[in-house]
Each structure stands twice: as structure tokens, then as C-alpha cells.
């Protein structure tokens, strides 16, 4: 393009520069207001500039909306949660929501408290009744399930903008667009891509539909199971707390909001179990020490008896021979003494 | 869906199974004060494995009972139906004048 502003051609070439090195220095024609390059030992590699803040690369939709939020808050809490309970809620109206959250918590509390004794870990207030968004939990329990990319540590070890990586570190080479297919994090576009084929079903679809209710547990704990299937879900299995014992459960608003839940199944470990085989998890007997213990047992029991009908073979050769001996010895004695 | 003249519902369905759709969309249609107001509900959850198909009974206040086999049915079918006569029950309420 031609400069806006006319310049004289001869006034260009007075305006050299006396450089330093030997390099330009005789070429007075080279007019050109560039510094030379230094020598190759000199040069020392920059690293990749970053355009977007390390804790919030780019993402498929635009980061400030509730619906991104709520989706790396349920990825997140896919990721965390060994044991996640689905009910429907059905019009529970706000009063009755709180008395059952209430009720929940005092009942999980009464656990915990056991557990202090036990030393065992308390994970009473980890565990909340959570109403969620049943399509951005979907999508979300997709991206969990299918988008695992190759992560290799130096991922989160070293980042380009901080001083203390050495410049010869191996960099991601991103750049600042959502499409770049190089980000691994759940949010990004390259996750949703992945977990929008529709050919993976994921077992929990049929049950994503409708207004959904989760309770969440950190690790999968039979005893906190059992007092949440009680209150939330009672059955024979699980009897709901008696009047007597927890008069507040028996409220009118409580009852009523209680009727509304219905418990649809569960996730136990990335395995999806229905109504049965969550009460099945919940009737463990002991927690899940007492399941450990019970699978030594068995571990035990089943390496005696396989030592002992290895060895039978030979035990019972060596007692038919022995026994043989035995006898012939006694014949040879008897008629010792008898001469 | 008009709710006022039922007495009695009554669902059965397979969770897993993706037919049973109305059935759970169904419950979710009903009031928050309906049990208050004396409407019975009843509902049974079969196992995963279970190939029986969704059922709905309801029961109206004039005696009249629909029983709904959900299976090839859309929530807005099933609404359709259960309107129907709820629809000709109001109008003899207002007929009659309350």
C-alpha cells in the first residue's frame, strides 16, 4: 500500500543506523531501520504466550451462563461421587422440600455421630438432596462417560506464562478459538463434540427425563445408605424412623413432600442399579469394612481348602503306606514274640 | 390437565424402560395439593429387567374408571384422554350450578 504521508525518497535514506555489530555495519545501502539478528548463541526460545487465564480455557458456550456453570458443577460431581441416588420429584412445593432436607440431615448426622466413635469418616454434610437440570446433567453424565482424553502429567505440571518453566518444556501448542481440538478440559468444544455422538447410549438415559432429584455420597458408605433409603424411600427393607423416636419426620408438610419422592435408581461406580440393587448396595451388612472383612474370609477359607486338596493326594498315600507298614510291623513282631 | 375431578390414580411402569416416559410425566403433572384434597395415588415401580407394560388406572368422582395401557401412547394422548371426560364433568358442574 502507499504511505499516507508523502515522504521524500532521498529523505529515507539519510536515516541509517550505525549498528554496533560487524555484521551490517560496511552496507550503508542496506537502509532499512532493522536490528540485525544476534548470533545463534545468543537466541533463547519464548514461550508461547497464553491469551486466555489458565483456570478458564475456551469454552463451547460462553463461560458466564448459569448453563456452563451447572454443567462443570454436575461433570464434577459425576466425577466425585461413588454412589449417586435418582428420585423424580413430583410438585414439592418449597416448605416441604426444606423439612425433608432437614430431616435428612439430623438423620445422617445421628450416623456420623456414631461413626466419631468408630473413627471411621464422617461425610455427613457432604451428602445433600440436590434438585437438578435434568438436560444439562445428561450432557454432562455424557462428556463424564465418553470424552477421556490422553493426559499426560506435564499437562498440569508446567504452564507456558509461569516463570519457573524451563523454556524447553514440551507446550501444548493451543490457540485462543473454542474449536481447537487440543483442549482436554470437560467444557470445551472438542468434549461436546466427542459427546454428542449419538451412537454411544449411556445405560442412565431412559431415566433423564422429568423433573430430577439427586442425593450424592463422596464414597459408597452402606450405613448413610440405609438411613437415606429410610427416610427418603421407606419400604419394608428400610423402615422410616419411628413417631416416637422422630416426631418431626411425621409433619404433614414432611409426609406429604415425602409421597412425591420416588426413587427412580442409581449409579453406583459408573454401574447403573435399579430400585433392587439399590436396596441390595444399602443392605450390605457392616459398610463396607464388614464387606472387606467378609471377602478376606472367603479369600482364606478358599486358600485353606485349595492347599488341603492339593496335598490330599499325597497326605493319603503317606497314611495308606504308613498304615501299611504299621501293619506289617506288628506282623513281624507278633511272631517274634511268638518264637 | 384438568386434576379436580380424579379420585384415584394409580401407575405402574418399568423406569429403565423408555416407554414409560408418560407414566413418570404423567405424576409430575399432577398438583402439589392434590393429596391434600383427598386424590389417592399409587405407585409401583417394576423391576429393570421387567418387559410389562406402563399401566395407568384413574378413577373419576362420578365412578367412571379409564384404565391406559401407556405402551404406545404419548403424554399428550394420555392427556387428551383423562380431559375428555373431566372435560364433561365440569361442564355438568357448571350446569348444575356451584
Not at chain 1, 88 to 109: F, S, T, Y
Not at chain 1, 244 to 256: H, I, M, T, W
Not at chain 2, 66 to 92: G, Y
Request: proline share 9%; aromatic share 6%; hydrophobic share 40%.
Amino acid at each position: 500500500m502507499p504511505l499516507r504521508i508523502r515522504l521524500r525518497p532521498r529523505a529515507l535514506c539519510l536515516r541509517i543506523m550505525h549498528p554496533k555489530t560487524p555484521l551490517s555495519a560496511s552496507y550503508a545501502s542496506l537502509a532499512t531501520a532493522t536490528t540485525p539478528a544476534p548470533p545463534i548463541e545468543h537466541i533463547r526460545s519464548v514461550p508461547p504466550v497464553l491469551r486466555y487465564p489458565p483456570t478458564q480455557p475456551p469454552s463451547h458456550k460462553p463461560p458466564e451462563v448459569r448453563k456452563t456453570q451447572l454443567h462443570r458443577q454436575y461433570q464434577s460431581l459425576l466425577k466425585s461421587s461413588a454412589l449417586i441416588l435418582l428420585f423424580q420429584h413430583n410438585n414439592v412445593k418449597a416448605v416441604e422440600l426444606m423439612g425433608i432436607r432437614r430431616e435428612l440431615a439430623i438423620a445422617l448426622d445421628k450416623v456420623d455421630a456414631e461413626r466419631a466413635k468408630n473413627g471411621q469418616p464422617l461425610f455427613a454434610d457432604q451428602i445433600k438432596l440436590q434438585i437438578i437440570q435434568t438436560g444439562i446433567f445428561a450432557s454432562a453424565l455424557r462428556v463424564v462417560e465418553f470424552f477421556n482424553p490422553v493426559e499426560s502429567t506435564l499437562d498440569h505440571a508446567q504452564h507456558p506464562t509461569d516463570p519457573r518453566t524451563p523454556t524447553s518444556v514440551q507446550i501444548t501448542q493451543t490457540t485462543n478459538s473454542p474449536e481447537d481440538e487440543r483442549f482436554k478440559h470437560g467444557l470445551s468444544k472438542h468434549a461436546w463434540d466427542v459427546a454428542s455422538n449419538r451412537k454411544l447410549k449411556i445405560e442412565l438415559e431412559p431415566l433423564l427425563s422429568g423433573p430430577l432429584a439427586i442425593v450424592a455420597f463422596p464414597a459408597v458408605s452402606p450405613q448413610h445408605l440405609k438411613t437415606v433409603l429410610s427416610i427418603l424411600s421407606p419400604s419394608p427393607d428400610f423402615p422410616a424412623p419411628r413417631r416416637k423416636a422422630n416426631p418431626d419426620l411425621y409433619e404433614p408438610a414432611v409426609q406429604s413432600g415425602l409421597q412425591k419422592m420416588m426413587l427412580l435408581g442409581a449409579r453406583v461406580e459408573g454401574k447403573v442399579f435399579d430400585m433392587e440393587g439399590t436396596k441390595w448396595v444399602g443392605g450390605i451388612e457392616g459398610g463396607i469394612d464388614g464387606l472387606r472383612a467378609q471377602l478376606v474370609q472367603m479369600l482364606q477359607g478358599v486358600g485353606g481348602s485349595l492347599a488341603s486338596a492339593l496335598e490330599g493326594a499325597s497326605r493319603s498315600l503317606y497314611f495308606t503306606v504308613e498304615g501299611r507298614r504299621m501293619d506289617m510291623e506288628e506282623k513281624e513282631n507278633p511272631t517274634k514274640k511268638e518264637e | 390437565m384438568i386434576t379436580r375431578f380424579l379420585t384415584n390414580v394409580r401407575v405402574k411402569f418399568n423406569p429403565f424402560s423408555p416407554r414409560a416416559k408418560p407414566a413418570r410425566l404423567f405424576l409430575s403433572l399432577i398438583p402439589p395439593d392434590a393429596r391434600a384434597s383427598g386424590m389417592v395415588i399409587d405407585t409401583k415401580m417394576l423391576p429393570r429387567t421387567s418387559k410389562e407394560p406402563a399401566t395407568l388406572g384413574v378413577k373419576f368422582k362420578d365412578g367412571k374408571e379409564l384404565n391406559l395401557e401407556l405402551d404406545k401412547m404419548r403424554i399428550t394422548e394420555v392427556m387428551e384422554e383423562v380431559d375428555r371426560h373431566s372435560r364433561i364433568l365440569a361442564r355438568k358442574e357448571e350446569l348444575t350450578g356451584n
